[in-house]
Nanobody, 121 residues
Framework: QVQLVESGGGLVQPGGSLRLSCEAA????????MGWYREAPGKQRELVAD???????NYADSVKGRFTISMDNVKNTVYLQMNSLKPEDTAVYYC???????????????WGQGTQVTVSS
């Protein structure tokens, strides 16, 4: 079993900052990739940013230059530093991890339960 525990969501004013964290715990052999997705009101879930264990990053165009993703490979934790937040960033943010479990041959995706980020004055 693998569990992703998210924290850091909340209410912030436009232009403010917020840092999300997500720790993967359980019978983990290795993690290939971790990332953040979000579901905004009236929209489908979309990729915000992801990062490989080697440090390669990918960002949605809408957050480039404002958000920064990072990973601690020892703690199996991914972070999302969100700066210059806009009301349109309001969404439920979901953590995702591409995990190979101990004793398993195949990788699979695991998801956090989501954390609400609200950007409003």
């Amino acid at each position: 079993q693998v569990q992703l525990v998210e924290s850091g969501g909340g209410l912030v004013q436009p232009g403010g900052s917020l840092r999300l964290s997500c720790e993967a715990a359980g019978s983990i052999a290795r993690i290939n990739d971790m990332g953040w997705y979000r579901e905004a009101p009236g929209k489908q879930r979309e990729l915000v940013a992801d990062i490989t264990s080697g440090g390669r990053t990918n960002y949605a165009d809408s957050v480039k230059g404002r958000f920064t993703i990072s990973m601690d490979n020892v703690k199996n934790t991914v972070y999302l530093q969100m700066n210059s937040l806009k009301p349109e960033d309001t969404a439920v943010y979901y953590c995702n991890a591409d995990v190979v479990r101990i004793g398993a041959w195949l990788r699979r995706d695991y998801w956090g339960q989501g954390t609400q980020v609200t950007v409003s004055s």
